[in-house]
């Protein structure tokens, strides 16, 4: 695995099934056993041996001079630093073979993980009452603050939107409100050629809505090109998601019916007399 640059991270015996990582192959560290040899996970087994069995092969954390130390096991990738980071090396060493001094406990729950604070204290202060807990988090809100970034861009994100909804809005109104107008005297004729309320509201929106479509197009190829440059903000849902294309393209079809329909309706009780005499 030369020249590949690696994550790394200490732990302890069944740290995988605690934090509910899969093991793809080979062993994992068991309280039981006395396994020695390193984890990897399944990107750093792809890219070092894409063609081997990685079990049994050796690598070094210090160069080509050594020590090496033999993969035992491999992982399902996991998240090491934010959620929408892109899958990276990593080494797990086991505590027993690399002692760090200052370590995380990780404890696993089916209640209110806060509720056992106290009782996972006494258990640290039993064993050893000089060894400090510095502090006791949950894993919910550890994610939650590596995803305050993402949260306040999408929120100011999302106020940008709302008001570029209600100026496309504004604008659309506008267009077809002028178009009408300027019209006044051709509505005219074609109601005195036999054209009545329902077919000048199907005209008048029926135009404003191959306005909208024109534009609506554009926009969804623009918003396609643009959604890969933030693809890292996105959680849960890809850059090319068909329900959000569909689900914006309707919520911006269903405005522009509404800021169409207004003019619309006014264009279609005209008066016919007065419409004709409009100049």
């Known amino acids: ?19 509910g990582i899969p093991v793809l192959r080979g062993l994992e560290f ?3 056993d006395s396994t020695s040899g390193v984890v990897i996970n399944e990107t750093l087994a792809s890219r070092a041996w894409p063609a081997e069995d990685p079990i049994g092969k050796h690598l070094s954390l210090n160069g080509i001079k050594g020590p ?12 090491y630093g934010t959620l929408g980071e ?36 006494g258990q640290v202060y039993g064993l050893n009452p000089n060894l400090p807990v510095a502090s006791v988090q949950t894993l919910a809100s550890q994610v939650s603050l590596s995803l305050y970034p993402a949260r306040l861009t999408a929120g100011l994100l ?15 109104y506008g267009v077809v409100a002028y178009s009408v107008s300027s019209r006044t005297h051709e509505l005219g004729v074609r109601m005195a050629l036999g054209a009545d309320s329902r077919d000048l509201l199907r005209l008048v929106l029926g135009e404003g809505l191959v306005i909208v479509s024109i534009g609506l197009s554009i926009g969804l190829v623009l918003a396609f090109i643009a959604s890969r440059l933030i693809s890292s903000f996105l959680y849960g ?4 998601d068909p329900l959000t294309y569909l689900a914006i393209s309707l919520l911006l079809v269903g405005l522009a019916l509404g800021a169409c329909f207004v003019p619309a309706r006014r264009a279609s009780k005209l008066d016919p007399m007065v419409a004709l005499r409009h100049e």
């Open 30 to 32: 068991k309280a039981e």
């Open 237 to 240: 849902v890809s850059p090319g």
């Open 1 to 19: 695995a030369d020249g590949i640059s690696v994550g790394f991270n200490i732990v302890g015996d069944d740290y995988f099934k605690t934090m």
């Open 86 to 121: 892109q899958a990276r090396p990593f080494i797990y060493q086991r505590l027993r073979q690399n002692y760090e001094s200052k370590m995380t406990l990780v404890v696993r729950t089916t209640g209110e993980p806060l509720d056992i604070a106290d009782a996972v204290r």
């Open 158 to 172: 999302g106020v940008f939107g709302l008001l570029a909804l209600a100026l496309a809005g504004v604008g659309i």
């Open 68 to 79: 090496y130390e033999d993969v035992v096991g491999v992982v399902k990738d996991a998240k």
